[in-house]
């Protein structure tokens, strides 16, 4: 088959449950040039190359075609530096080192107890979404504490994170419709965290927020704006992307015939198993935003300056020519390097609270189910084929344990 | 810990905060050697690196082929040798205890000797000039572990004091002489004293090389010092005074050159270097010479008198004058060792006299002068961590295979170094240069890329805060591209300008390029040649 009918098959509602033979296909064509001019990268040294490559750009102003601007600024996924570096490094300054290096450290027991209330909200059943019950209201009421969203607004955003991840392209319906629904939820959300913002002004608390809005710095401030942007981009960032990575979890290890029994006795076997999902069951398939600043020859093709590129994520994880038997889930692995954060300068900002996340629902999720087994596999999916993950994970089980701590 | 390859992602400082810090954006600290109870905390950290630069309970190798889960790797050798047969290792250090490592997990299972002069276990010096001299870590934290699972003989305290090729005998100074099929030269370099041996014997007056230096260092400055003098603003230096400022004391740099760090890197970044150094409230006067040191009466360091007839108080004076080849011991041997260092061709093995190369002698680390295909087979001798690991490895591989199964040492030069809250990093060679370009980022700010140019080529660059991009770099200089880089890129100042670059004027410059890396696996990766138009 053509390449660029191939990569058309991925996006393919139908081949949701498993693209990966269709990568495999791809990888043949490290640079697959589509029908309308953008070219797809699929092979992990080229795309880590074109990471840490400083004449690709994420900010999509640059494209020979421009989209029409938006009503609101880019956040920093998609823009470059230095205005990149200024505008993470203001969030970082609260979130990281060097400035806050135990914000997440400080998060361990409060993310044990999030997770320890939620399995119990499945006790005294014998059946449960891992989805709904688990995966997904773990990091959004984690990125909400952080951040300092209250709890009872979390419906109200939930609609509309939801609306801007499932028209993330590339994909499903027309570009056009795709780009105004995003946009409207984008405003509202845009528009509900601004507010929030203005009373963290006036009151500080303890929250990123609050950080945000008030540190004035020898490298200056946010602006208004930006801390709007920034806010909607972690809150986004921050929840559709680790659900996917605990569910995919849980259907991988209920795969695995021995690998629960093993995260039972091994307690540090969960953290391999997690780096070996990024690799193997990644949240995030495509980064589908770069742009070619200057003409770059990648795997003898050259991508003329002002192209999109495509820099498939997934594919290049699953590379023979980088990992040894790829399509093998292998939490021993002694060295497991996979592109589930991206890489380069925009890697992924909150990788180390995801991983955390991911570590503790997992493991106890092992230690506390009593023989827990798949109900239907393979699971419904999400729409999007760029943060892809099931929708539901109905699993059955036949007891949940109670708590043990850690 | 490798940090070589650590591009400064932080991600272990976020999930073992007590072992791992950022000073600054980019600069890593460590304790090598942390407690137990932060076991879970350390793989966390380790398997959130991106780049895979943290290793716990497992040997760090730059030469990863592609597939590390082999435990072993390709070698092809003479197999009787590799059952029954025995190698010594001169030098227990860095590249003398990796090379013990690599050729036990390629399948050496023949006798290893290893010699070393010092008493302690092979450690890792980069800490001592960091955190050992802050106090964050104390000395025995440096250790480089594994030794103790290699199954080596280990003469400790033992110097080598000649080498006997025609009988394949290493004598020692105890008198003892040990019979070896194939020895590796791995003696390093020491520090190069005070010229003036009484001035040098002044109670408060030091060199850092060694744990022990580190150690009384540490002790002087934990004790409490008015001053700090440092001769010297090489990288040693300038990491030393960039701890004094971060304790808190007070310190005069004095440097022969014209600014910090110009001999590596030229005059142009060594001024940025300067101006962080003055900025952080170093008394730093470059151009002018320690003339003597004076004592007291209790033979006590006092001060120093300097070349503009000006004079400083200090009562610590830490001597950074660079250093010198621990070859003395080979003298007669036949081999090619001077005060360059141990001749080698591009596999590690020694070169004598005549440039003839030997079977069964190799040389690795500091020690080792080796020719460089991508800088026109010019011979360096280069003081890098991360040189002293690939060449050991190298050394290891060829020790155990076959001539066609060698491979070559092509990693291109990297260094970093940690001081003021900058990381610096360096790939390629700073001082083959006539001109360079700040290609991304601002010098004002401290994030940027300088890349250094000859004759139209590519041969270096240099990162401050940076380091993500510098693996791209690395690949232009291996593909010999053009210079100035002239790129449309991210970060981009709105001008390439390119300056001279101002380095030390000794080193014969490269002529164009004539050949090119490729292949990424250490099994495959070759020169090729290319012609110039
Ligand atoms: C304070 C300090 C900071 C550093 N920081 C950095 C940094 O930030 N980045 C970086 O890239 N590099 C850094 N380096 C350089 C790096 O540590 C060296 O490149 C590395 O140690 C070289 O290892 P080696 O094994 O070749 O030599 P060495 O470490 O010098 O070891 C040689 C060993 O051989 C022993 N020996 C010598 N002669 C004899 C003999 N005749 N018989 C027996 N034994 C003998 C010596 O005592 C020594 O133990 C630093 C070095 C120092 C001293
Ligand atoms: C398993 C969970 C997660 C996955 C797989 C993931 C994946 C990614 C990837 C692949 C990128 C790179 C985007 C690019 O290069 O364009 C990224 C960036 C980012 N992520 Fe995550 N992410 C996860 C969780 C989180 C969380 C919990 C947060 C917030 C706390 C977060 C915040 C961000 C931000 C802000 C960026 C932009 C970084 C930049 O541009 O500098 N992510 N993430
Ligand atoms: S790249 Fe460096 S700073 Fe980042 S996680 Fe690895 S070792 Fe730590």
Known sequence: ?406 | MDLTRCQGYGQCAFMAPDVFTMHGQEALMYDPDPEAAQRERVLQAAAACPVQAIHIDRMATQHRTREPELSYATSHGDDAFKRDGHIVIVGASLAGGRAAGVLRRDGFKGRLTLIGDELYEPYDRPPLSKQVLTGTITVEHTALPHLREIEVEFLSGTPATGLDLAAKQVRLADGRQIDFDKVLIATGVRARPWPNEQEAALDGVHVLRTLDDAHRIRERLAAGVRRVLIIGAGFTGSEVASVCRDLDLDVTVVEAGPAPLAGALGKVIGEVAARMQRDAGVDLRCGIKVEALDGDADGRVRGARLSDGSTVEADLVVVALGAVRNIEWLAGSGLAAGPWGVATDAGCRAVDINGLVTDDVFVAGDVARFPHPVYHYQFMALEHWGNAVAQAEIAAHNMLSDQAHRWPHLSLPVFWSNQFGVNIKSVGVPTIADELVIAQGSVEERRFVAVYGYRGRITAAVTFDQAMWLDFYRDLIQRAAPFPPDFQMVGRPDELLAVPAEGPPRLTPAEGATVVVTGHDPAERRVTLVRHQ
């Open chain 1, 1 to 406: 088959m053509e390449p660029a009918r191939i990569y058309d098959q991925i996006h393919e509602f139908d081949n949701r449950a498993d693209p990966y033979t269709l990568y495999a296909e791809l990888r043949q064509t490290p640079v697959v040039r589509l029908d309308d001019g953008a070219y797809v990268v699929n092979t992990y040294e080229h795309i880590v190359a074109l990471l840490h490559d400083p004449r690709v750009s994420s900010d999509s102003r640059n494209l020979a075609h421009p989209p029409a601007t938006e009503q609101l600024p880019p956040s920093f996924i998609r823009v470059d530096p230095p205005e990149h570096d200024r505008l993470r490094g203001l969030t970082m300054r609260h979130f990281g080192p060097p400035h806050s290096p135990l914000v997440v450290e400080s998060m361990r027991g409060e993310l044990h107890e999030l997770v320890k209330d939620l399995i119990d909200g499945i006790a005294g059943r014998n059946q449960a979404d891992i989805v709904d019950d688990v995966a997904y209201p773990f990091p959004v009421t984690v990125i909400c504490r952080l951040l300092g969203v209250p709890r009872e607004d979390e419906s109200r955003f939930h609609v509309w994170a939801d609306e801007i991840v499932e028209t993330l392209g590339p994909g499903e319906g027309s570009v056009e419709e795709r780009t105004r629904r995003r946009q409207s939820a984008g405003l509202a959300l845009a528009g509900y965290l601004g507010e929030l913002a203005q009373s963290r002004r006036e009151n500080p608390r303890h929250d990123l927020l609050s950080g945000l809005v008030t540190y004035h710095g020898p490298e200056g401030s946010m602006s208004e704006t930006e801390v709007m942007t920034t806010a909607v981009l972690l809150l986004i960032a921050g929840h559709e992307t680790t659900v996917n990575l605990i569910t995919n979890g849980m259907l991988t290890l209920l795969r695995n015939p021995g690998m629960l029994e093993r995260l039972r006795e091994e307690p540090d076997l969960v953290i391999g198993a997690v780096e070996e999902l990024l690799r193997f069951e990644p949240p995030v398939h495509f980064l589908p935003q770069r742009v070619a600043l200057d003409d770059i020859t990648v795997a003898d093709v050259t991508i003329p300056r002002g192209s999109s590129i495509i820099l498939a994520l997934a594919s290049g994880s699953r590379d023979p020519a980088h990992v040894h038997d790829p399509d093998r889930f292998d939490p021993d692995r002694p060295y497991i390097q996979h592109l589930g954060f991206g890489g380069g300068i925009h890697n992924c900002f909150g990788a180390p609270l995801a991983r955390l996340e991911a570590q503790i629902a997992l493991r106890q999720l092992a230690k506390r189910l009593v023989n827990p087994r798949l109900v239907t596999d393979p699971p419904p999916y999400r729409p999007s084929s760029t943060l892809r993950g099931p929708r539901h994970l109905v699993i059955a089980y036949d007891d949940v344990l109670p708590y043990q701590g850690d």
